[in-house]
């Protein structure tokens, strides 16, 4: 029995200093016991969460701030091709001719009388660039339409047909316009021309570079892109 007594006895002891030797070993390469206490950050710890978090936000704030910039401009195209449909409409029920910008009275983008409205219903009035929302007390958009293309009678522009335009895919009907003067009743809030372009040859430049130096423009083919380069009053952009 005391034979059988120790050999127990030493058994246990070797299975002790077994675990403890592994525990040991375990400690050595990181597996040690944590209490409570121990899994708090440190300062230092957190001073370096706190950089990383601050990194993270410059670098994705202007990518966001792009981003913003450029779902704009996307909207802006998006009223201009609206536009585009309804001048399109207007032609196909009126032999072919383009709208007017201004007829006695009656400025495209003004008039509620006017064949903006009539074929586009009040919606257009709410058609601002949403880089560019300065409320005109006049009321209207922040576009402006060719005279040498679009009609205006009263100041010597004739009608023409869509069919005259013999590079309707490289002439502009509609554009970005800004106007930042003093007299918020300035015509030149819903017209443009070669005279008012920035190499205009008289007159106050109109045409609003505002989405990330470029000028959204609609064309008389329909479609509507950014256009980077400046419009000199000699471009055949103006079909003079």
Known sequence: ME?????????????????STRSQNMTRI???????????FTLIELLVVISIISLLISILLPALGAARKSARAAQCLANQKSI?????IYANDNREYIPYVYDHGYAWSINSESWLFTYGGSDMKKMDCPDYKLLYASGHTNYGMSQHVAAAPSWGFVYRRVSSILKPSK??????????GTNIYSTSQFVIADFMSPEGGWGTPNLGYRHQGACNMLWIDGHASAYKDILPYNSEAWNK
């Open 3 to 19: 034979v059988s007594e120790t050999i127990k006895e030493s058994r246990a002891l070797t299975r002790a200093r077994t675990l």
């Open 84 to 88: 585009g449909m309804i001048v399109s």
């Open 171 to 180: 002439v502009v009907i509609v554009a970005d316009v800004m106007y930042e």
């Open 30 to 40: 990181g597996f040690k016991r944590t209490s409570p206490g121990d899994t708090a």
